[in-house]
Structures are given as structure tokens and as C-alpha cells.
């Protein structure tokens, strides 16, 4: 396995459902996404927007229930809404949607994550700065 031989972490993202590619995948079913992971041998690449656009799960029980499997996590936030795959509710600076993000850093930093933080922030560069101190408050 590539892992093993250079010594890499691989992370499987879990994905949006999106008629484009198809409601039939489960990428984007927390379970089966779970499931189909380590029966592969897969890690995961967590991406809480898209967990709570695809079925509106609860990120923090996903995290809780797959931490020893995730190695990344693509930090944003994520507004519900009648139209789901509307770009100006996914991926949002922390705190300006409806994800429970400081629950989820509070966790976080409770279970003393030390894996791969990554902001999947599609805003402004002022945005993603205040999102990056939005999350030290929790993390630090």
C-alpha cells in the first residue's frame, strides 16, 4: 500500500449529493461513506458541508463515531436551506451558518485532534482570517 510504503496518510472525502453525478453513490451517506471506508482500508477526509447539505447529519456524532479513521478535515461552515447546492451556502466562514462549529472545535480540541486542518473557506481573504481566529479561540 502506498501508506505503508512512503508513509502517507490517504483520506477519502465524503461528498455532496448532487443530481449531476448521481444519487445513487454513497459518498454522501454518513454511514455507508463510513462503512464502504474501512472496508477499503481508506481514511477520511471529513468535510462537515458537505455531510450537512447532503442529509443534514450531525457532524460532531460523524466525527465521534469515525475519529480513528479521519486524517483531514476541511473546516467551514454551512447554511440550510431550501435550495441545498447553493454556492452561497456551502463552504462559508465559521460561525456565519448553522453548523455547531465552536461545538465541533470544542471537540476537537477535547479529543486532542492532531491530524490535518484544512479551511475549505470560499470567501474573502478578510473572511478566512476571521475564521482562522474564530477557530484558535476553541483550539488554543
Known amino acids: 500500500m502506498l501508506e505503508e510504503k512512503y508513509g502517507i ?44 447539505q447532503a442529509n443534514g447529519s450531525d457532524i460532531i456524532d460523524f466525527y465521534k463515531r469515525n475519529r480513528e479513521r479521519i486524517v483531514n478535515i476541511h473546516l467551514s461552515d454551512y447554511k440550510y436551506g431550501w435550495f441545498p447546492h447553493n454556492l452561497l451556502n456551502t463552504h462559508m466562514a465559521l460561525g456565519k451558518g448553522d453548523l ?18 484544512t479551511f475549505e473557506i470560499n470567501r474573502s481573504a478578510k473572511e478566512i482570517k476571521k475564521s482562522i481566529d474564530f477557530a484558535r479561540q476553541f483550539l488554543a
Do not use: V
Open 9 to 52: 496518510k490517504i483520506g477519502l472525502e465524503n461528498g455532496t449529493k448532487n443530481i449531476i453525478i448521481g444519487l445513487k453513490h454513497h459518498c454522501y451517506q454518513g454511514r455507508e461513506f463510513s462503512e464502504i471506508t474501512a472496508k477499503l482500508g481508506l481514511g477520511i477526509t471529513f468535510d462537515p458541508t458537505h455531510l450537512a
Open 100 to 117: 455547531p462549529i465552536e461545538g465541533f472545535l470544542k471537540t476537537l480540541k477535547k479529543d486532542y485532534y492532531d491530524d490535518l486542518l
